[in-house]
């Protein structure tokens, strides 16, 4: 939204009168506020981090915005790197907790400056060596002994190179902005926010926070209201749709009616977003704690048509199938590890989001097809090239899915030793865990997937026992294994269905 009248003064709501209190706060962002304050620029908390605090809730990084340039920030944090090409940022580190600041910007781009600006960091890989774990919404780190220290510049005082030379506003042809790095004052910042709820500033002069657009308001009612006409928001930024349906779901509130009316319609501009960019938004959606709830809300809002269009097109055609009760299911046990703080990984999310496709690719195979793992492989690469199409999936969370869908007969069919040499699989226990989730659906037998469970908690001599009882003759008699070699031609079809 384009803002032409001069804005109404914020309503400033004092100390005294709302509930966040610095002990709630981390130490690290107080400390990049009393800095940025103490050097005489206006600092405040903006953003999520505020909403959050209002609500009771733990922020999950803390935000700040702040009238000095980047480059003034930068001076003054030694701990400090300039990032985003898009819009400039600077990234203040403190041990594993990074402080986000902002200069106020005068229009309304999303803030998001994933580029990094030096060189040296554009091969690195988006979560480094160890790749498949992600913790996003993980505990913050105890913050370690603070490391800033003022640079030697002046302060406060503009130097040559500080204003940036793109500074330039660009839309695309649909309304969306590209570029964006307009500076501005706290009145012109807070137009350019997505959500009311999110627009509240925290000032750490006095500890009072400001509203200018009735954010104080919405989140008391639990409401989730875009600024300004929702039509324009959602063109400058399709991403916004994407960003109602996670806060619908994190926060269980209530889309506005106007908020909500023109998703139905607009979902398609999702297709002009960067897929880098749609996949960071999937795992904000699906790995930070209530990935169920996401999914319910991205249907019932027609958004994961635009998101993934396979998941959706499947699920459609098997509305209260087994593969969405797994689905769900699967979710659901991601959101639970995440609140007890247990790492996730996204090769798993992908492997219970895509079950559907890819079950339905190898169904539409002869059946005599259906346990080859040639046919698994190609379906599984045919669904994640559907999801290719719309979100940038990196290549070693497709192995990984490949991996773990090619796993299943031999889990399924454990022989002998070669049992024991799966155990050391670097994907064995995702595979593990998509054998438990299947067999609890029926779509794998509960008994093999229990065989597994003791075999994991048994000593190496039993673990012996175990596989070698597996020998085709002796596995044959009695039942006691979990090997069927004449369930073979019963086997089940990929999703029972
Ligand atoms: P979370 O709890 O997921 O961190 P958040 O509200 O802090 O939620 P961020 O993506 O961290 O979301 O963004 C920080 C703030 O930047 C938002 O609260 C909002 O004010 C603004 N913002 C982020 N993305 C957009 C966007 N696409 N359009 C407009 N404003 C945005
Ligand atoms: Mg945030």
New binding site residues.
């Given amino acids: 939204m384009r803002q032409t009248a001069p804005p109404a003064p914020p309503r400033i709501i004092p100390r005294a009168q709302h509930t966040v209190s610095r002990s709630h706060i981390s130490p690290n962002a107080l400390r990049v506020l009393y800095r940025l304050r103490d050097a005489g620029f206006q600092a405040f908390l903006?953003?999520?981090?505020?909403?959050?605090l209002l609500l009771g809730l733990d922020?999950?990084?803390f935000?700040v915005a702040t009238d000095a340039l980047p480059e003034q920030v930068k001076r003054l944090f030694r701990n400090c790197r300039l990032v985003g090409r898009r819009f400039r940022l600077a990234h203040v580190f403190f041990g594993q907790e990074t402080i986000?600041v902002?200069t106020f910007r005068a229009t309304?781009?999303?803030?998001?400056g994933e580029e990094p600006l030096e060189g040296e960091e554009a091969g690195e890989e988006a979560d480094g060596e160890e790749g498949e774990i992600l913790d996003l919404g993980g505990p913050v780190t105890e913050p370690r002994a603070a490391r800033a220290e003022a640079a030697h510049a002046p302060l406060g005082e503009i130097q040559e190179g500080d204003l940036d030379p793109d500074a330039v506003r660009m839309f695309d042809e649909t309304g969306r902005i590209l570029r964006d790095n307009v500076y501005g004052t706290i009145d012109n910042d807070v137009w350019?926010?997505?959500?009311t709820?999110?627009?509240l500033y925290y000032n750490v002069a006095d500890f009072s926070i400001w509203d200018y657009v009735g954010g104080v308001e919405d989140i008391a009612a639990r409401r989730l209201r875009l600024i300004g006409d929702p039509q324009t928001?959602y063109r400058?930024?399709p991403?916004?749709m994407l960003?109602a349906a996670?806060?619908e779901a994190?926060l269980g509130f209530e889309l506005d009616a106007q908020t909500a009316e023109p998703l139905g319609t607009l979902r398609d501009l999702l297709g002009g977003v960067p897929p880098a960019r749609l996949f960071d938004e999937m795992l904000?959606l699906f790995l930070?704690g209530h990935g169920a709830r996401s999914l319910e809300v991205l249907r019932r809002r027609g958004l994961l048509a635009a998101l993934l269009p396979n998941v959706e097109v499947y699920l459609a055609a098997h509305p209260g199938g087994l593969v969405e009760k797994l689905l769900h299911k699967g979710l659901a046990n991601t959101d639970a590890r995440i609140v007890a703080g247990r790492p996730v990984s996204p090769t798993f999310l992908l492997a219970v989001l895509l079950y559907g496709p890819i079950a339905g690719i190898i169904e539409a195979m002869p059946p005599n097809r259906w346990h080859e793992l040639s046919a698994i492989l190609d379906a599984c690469d045919q669904a994640v090239r559907e999801a290719q199409a719309h979100i940038a999936i990196p290549r070693r969370f497709a192995l990984g899915v490949r991996e773990m869908f090619a796993m299943q007969p031999r889990l399924e069919y454990p022989r002998g030793r070669r049992a024991l040499r799966l155990l050391t699989h670097p994907k064995f226990r995702a595979g593990y865990d998509l054998l438990l989730l299947r067999a609890d659906f029926g779509l794998a037998s509960a008994e093999t997937a229990g065989w597994w469970t003791k075999l994991q908690g048994a000593s190496e001599q039993d673990r012996e026992q175990m596989v070698d009882s597996l020998v085709p003759e002796r596995a044959g008699a009695g039942r006691k294994s979990p090997r069927r070699r004449s369930g073979r031609r019963g086997r089940r079809t990929p999703n029972a269905s």
Avoid: H, I, L, M
């Fill in positions: 903006v953003g999520g981090c505020v909403r959050d922020p999950k990084d935000d986000e902002a309304s781009a999303p803030p998001e350019r926010r997505d959500f709820a999110n627009a928001r400058e930024d991403v916004r960003r996670r806060f994190k904000k930070t």
